[in-house]
C-alpha cells in the first residue's frame, strides 16, 4: 500500500460545477497538507497549504483535513475552464525535508 | 528574471551515456530538492541538500549523483543513464526548509533514455 492514494481520473465536470479532489494516507505522521496544482509540461505551484484539521479557504478553494480519517479533500467552487490541470496533494513528516506526493488527479472542466 | 530554472529543458540521450540536468535558483533559498515524476507514480524525491556541501539521500537515489557547492546551483548527474531514467525531472527550493515552508518548482527536464 503506497503511502498516499489518489484517484487519477480523469475527473470531467461542467463549468461552474463544484469540484471534489481527494486523498487518503496511511502514515499518521504527516502533519503538513499540500495541494499543488500542475498544468501540462510546467512544473507543480502550491495552491493551499494547512497542517490541522479542518478547513481552510481561499477564493474559490477550500482545504479539508480530517487527520482521525486520514483523508484530505480540495474543494473548487464556480469551476472554470481554466482550472483544467492535475491536482497533486502532497504531504510532510515533522521535521522531514522532502514532500510525499499523491499520484495526482487530471481534471477537465467542459466550456 | 528572478526564480528557478532548468536546463536543459528536453533532452535525449543513451543507455550508459553521463548525463546532468541542471539548477538553478535566485532567491538565495537554502534547500534544494530534486524530484522525479512517471506515471503511475506521482513526484518521488530523489535527493535534497539544506546548504551548500550538505546533501542527502531521497526515497529513489540509486543511479543519481548531486553536488552543491555554490547555493544557487544545484546539478543532477545520472553517471551511467538507463532505460528506467527515462522520467521528467523537477527541481525545487524552499527558504529554510522549515515544515511550514514553500517549495518552489522550476519548469522540469523532460530526459528520454534510448
Known sequence: QKEVEQDPGPLSVPEGAIVSLNCTYSNSAFQYFMWYRQYSRKGPELLMYTYSSGNKEDGRFTAQVDKSSKYISLFIRDSQPSDSATYLCAMRRRGADGLTFGKGTHLIIQP | ?114
Open chain 2, 1 to 114: 528574471d528572478a526564480g528557478i530554472t532548468q536546463s536543459p529543458r528536453y533532452k535525449i540521450t543513451e543507455t550508459g551515456r553521463q548525463v546532468t540536468l541542471m539548477c538553478h535558483q535566485t532567491w538565495s533559498h537554502s534547500y534544494m530538492f530534486w524530484y522525479r515524476q512517471d506515471l503511475g507514480h506521482g513526484l518521488r524525491l530523489i535527493y535534497y541538500s539544506a546548504a551548500a556541501d550538505i546533501t542527502d539521500k531521497g526515497e529513489v537515489p540509486d543511479g543519481y549523483v548531486v553536488s552543491r557547492s555554490k547555493t544557487e546551483n544545484f546539478p543532477l548527474t545520472l553517471e551511467s543513464a538507463t532505460r528506467s531514467q527515462t522520467s521528467v525531472y523537477f527541481c525545487a527550493s524552499s527558504e529554510k526548509g522549515y515544515s511550514t515552508d514553500t517549495q518552489y518548482f522550476g519548469p522540469g527536464t523532460r530526459l528520454t533514455v534510448l
